[in-house]
């Protein structure tokens, strides 16, 4: 007879379809853990398209909320991450908009190893504020695409998906995110 107490550790184990399906069902714990499972992925991504971790946490509690409610809808479980990260990339857009700002990347705080040297500290401030700004100039396709592959170690196909666009799309986009960065950044190669 299995016991109740097992079946979070289950649900944990359990594929994302799996959990996919249930949650559409109306299972509130396999939603949970969908949400557990890829929400640092999502915190992560929403923290490069909006300004600070206070509004990507608030992107991804929006996006959240709207994937409870259109979960039922969902036609592709086996696509659930990238449906998560397209609400994701909507919620920042959303936002974005709302503050009417060009501006969506905040620096990020120094996370200095304790052995590095002030100049080294220095150093890697300046080329994450340079990398923000640059990234920040990007077209805002480009930076989504860019992001999701760099930051978010998604595939071509994830980010299709994600982004509602096909393969040939992500990889021209990424290409000329890559190169214009390259460029950008060339002083601090």
């Not at 994450?128 to 930051?151: D, H, I, Y």
């Amino acid at each position: 007879m299995k016991r109740l107490q097992d079946l979070p550790h289950k649900l944990a184990d359990a594929p994302d379809t799996v959990l996919a399906e249930r949650a559409g069902d109306g299972d509130v714990a396999a939603f949970e853990t969908l949400a557990r499972r890829h929400a640092p992925l999502m915190r992560a991504y929403a923290r490069r398209l909006v300004r600070s971790p206070e509004e990507a946490d608030d992107v991804v509690q929006d996006a959240l909320i709207t994937a409870w409610k259109d979960i039922g809808s969902l036609r592709d479980v086996a696509a659930v991450k990238a449906w998560l990260m397209r609400i994701v990339g909507n919620r920042a857009i959303d936002t974005g908009r709302r503050r009417k700002s060009h501006e969506n990347f905040a620096d990020q705080p120094d996370q200095a190893d304790h052995q590095a040297s002030p100049e080294d500290v220095a150093v890697a401030g300046s080329t994450r504020t340079a990398l923000n700004s640059a990234l920040a100039r990007l077209p805002e396709q480009q930076r989504r695409c860019w992001v999701l592959k760099e930051f978010g170690g998604q595939s071509y196909e994830e980010i299709a998906e994600a982004l509602g666009i096909s393969v040939t799309s992500v990889r021209g986009r990424l290409a000329r995110a890559r190169t214009r960065l390259v460029t950008e950044m060339e002083e601090w190669r």
